[in-house]
Nanobody
Framework: QVQLVESGGGLVQAGGSLRLSCAASGITFSAYHMAWYRQAPGKQREWVATITTREGADYTQSVKGRFTISRDNAKNIMYLQMNSLTPEDTAVYLC???????????WGQGTQVTVSS
């Protein structure tokens, strides 16, 4: 059974930081590209960042220089370090696993991030 479990969300003031985690089980973690998405109330789900199996990273423009994605294949965990948070970063953050050699995709349930002004 595949599980992706996000944690680390919470309420933080503007300018603050949070580190999100996505713990994976039931998959060969190193064989999956991993990504963070977010969804704010009333808005479509938005891609935030990706880290490939070879640890190449990419970010949506609005978070470049503020967020850092990383992964620990030994622990089957992906992280998102979020600095200089703004109220516009308020959303449910979800992780996604996409099979590198295949078509399987899995999603977590999400963790709420709320940034107060």
């Amino acid at each position: 059974q595949v599980q992706l479990v996000e944690s680390g969300g919470g309420l933080v003031q503007a300018g603050g930081s949070l580190r999100l985690s996505c713990a994976a089980s039931g998959i060969t973690f190193s064989a999956y590209h991993m990504a963070w998405y977010r969804q704010a109330p009333g808005k479509q789900r938005e891609w935030v960042a990706t880290i490939t199996t070879r640890e190449g990273a990419d970010y949506t423009q609005s978070v470049k220089g503020r967020f850092t994605i990383s992964r620990d294949n030994a622990k089957n965990i992906m992280y998102l370090q979020m600095n200089s948070l703004t109220p516009e970063d308020t959303a449910v953050y979800l992780c996604k696993a996409a099979q590198e050699r295949g078509t399987r995709n899995y999603w977590g349930q999400g963790t709420q991030v709320t940034v107060s002004s």
